[in-house]
């Protein structure tokens, strides 16, 4: 796997779910949703400043072990960027975007078919947050409500060697009186026996690139890192959205993740690039509704954007390379980043491998999502998450189509939205797709981007 987030829990993962997968109308509703909240602060010279996320979800995943068999939730893909705590914390948000952020989420969790919300926060400073993001989502958007914070668990991050599977415990027996609460008469809360035991290797950025990952460093290494006049930040921007019926929602965020990481396999170990913590929602406006989008608003990923390159600018790093893996991201990214180089003084640009392969005129034209090339990457770095007998071909445009008008790539566009150009979801033809091309295209890219980002590093 290439991807951390390919390798979390299939059977409970909300980005592992295509969007026919999630509740409509009429149909019997998931219970549950977890979103957990993590951040980033310094905690004395041998603790990660990642420490919270960590901790947490290793509790998280051991609560919600038990609870697999029978479908009664789903984990949303944790948000990173919350409260900023300035004397100690790292990428955090102002409180507006912030909410804004939690808002706009809750919103694509209702929309989704969910009927309960929980907000799982390991963050001390964003426990305000928590709880005024679940009373405005209970009172604007209708949703069952809850908070479990990190606290109230017996979790202390300050000494994160405390008793984690107490820790889960207790937060199983939470989940089972939520998933009880407001039920039917007679539903019984049902508490499993929880099981012993870790797995690693859904942790929160690929392990062999921990040394690249700010949010692995101590508070002290994170400041140094930024002192080479080359050192050069990544923020990776991706989105949760639907993908068609074959590839699950989370696409873009662990094609994003694969691709970074086949670019980072070739940077000389030396070169002092590094990866902030991703940014997994983007703007997915143009796929309202689908079910298991999570949409953000354009003036929250800009307030978003921004706020961490103003935290990078103030650990001392002058370039910041955003590698942006969703096209409804792109117009709100390239205004972001003119004010982060002309108001931040950051030498900030947008960076993409800029990879074309061989591909048969049609495709090569108007496939634009959940295509041939997505699929083949989803067929290399995750295939157990693709499901290519549900693959359908649907194209927004054909090559000898008369008249100039078009959805994209033409002399006069117009606005659209995915139902307005498929049934499906799809605007390509993944049934082309096949895991050899993925696995060459993604190397071929991965090579490509390192390039531009040493090249980026190095001032040219």
Known sequence: MHSW????????????????????????????????????????????????????????????????????????????QVLAERRS????????????????????????????????????????????????????????????????????????????????????????????????????????????????????????????????????????????ADALAILPVAAIEQHGHHLPVGVDAILGQALLAAALDTVPADAPIFAAPPLLYGKSIEHAGFAGTLSIDGKTLRRSVLSIARDLGRLGFRRLAVTNFHGGNIHVLDMTLREIREDLGIEAVRLRAGYQPEMDPQELAWGMHADEWETSLMLACAPECVHMEKAVREYPAHVDDPGLLRPEKSAAIFGWLTRDLSNSGVLGDPTRADADKGRRWLAEGGALLSRRLLDFARGS
Not at 38 to 55: K, M, N, Q, S
Not at 98 to 106: H, R, V
Not at 215 to 225: K, N, V
């Open 5 to 80: 987030l390919a390798n979390t829990d299939p059977e409970t993962a909300w980005a592992h779910f295509a969007w026919p997968d999630f509740p409509v109308s009429g149909s019997a509703p998931l219970p549950l949703a977890i979103l957990p909240l993590h951040g980033f602060a310094g905690r004395g010279e041998d603790t990660p400043v990642d420490a919270e996320e960590l901790i947490g979800a290793r509790v998280l995943r051991a609560a919600t072990a038990p609870f697999k068999a029978n479908g009664s939730l789903r984990i949303l893909p944790p948000v990173r």
């Open 89 to 228: 914390g790292f990428f955090g948000l102002d409180p507006e975007t912030a909410c804004d952020f939690l808002m706009n989420l809750s919103r694509g969790v209702r929309d989704s078919g969910c009927t309960k919300l929980l907000f799982f926060n390991t963050s001390a400073v964003s426990a305000p947050l928590a709880a005024t993001a679940a009373l405005d989502a209970r009172a604007e958007f209708g949703l069952q409500t809850y908070v479990v914070q990190a606290a109230d668990l017996g979790l202390d991050f300050n000494h994160p060697a405390g008793d984690v599977h107490a820790a889960a415990k207790r937060l199983q027996g939470l989940i089972s009186e939520i998933l009880a609460h407001r039920c039917p008469p007679g539903t019984p809360a049902q508490v499993p026996a929880i099981q012993a035991g870790d797995k690693q290797d859904d942790a929160p950025f690929p392990l062999r690139f921990r040394n690249r990952y700010l949010g692995s460093f101590t508070a002290s290494r994170l400041r140094a890192c930024a002192g080479s």
